[in-house]
């Protein structure tokens, strides 16, 4: 999300958890989508577990925002997104 979003988002959650409070911490947010594939590289993320596509069919569609940006970011760090040999297309 965008930092904006995070930060408006704040207030709410601290009147919706008064009693029991949470903190939204968004450590990427000023993060590249290409520096967050590459630690998670590093890290060995299992990324063919993990999901960004907002179309819900059974593989990603390549062709909205998310898809996009994420598909550019596994190019950025010179490999390929894993669910994208998955895929039909």
């Given amino acids: 999300c965008r930092p904006e979003f995070v930060e408006a988002l704040k ?47 059974a593989m990603p569609c390549r062709s909205c925002p998310t898809c996009i940006e994420r598909e550019e970011a596994f190019a950025l760090c010179g490999c390929r997104d894993p669910l994208i040999g998955m895929n039909s297309h």
Avoid at 14 to 24: D, H, K, M, Q
């Fill in 11 to 57: 207030p709410a959650i601290r009147l919706g958890t008064a009693w029991n409070p949470v903190e939204l911490q968004a450590p990427f947010v000023h993060m590249t989508k290409a520096d967050i594939v590459r630690m998670g590289l590093v890290l060995q993320v299992p990324y063919e577990l993990t999901w960004s596509c907002y179309k819900g069919k």
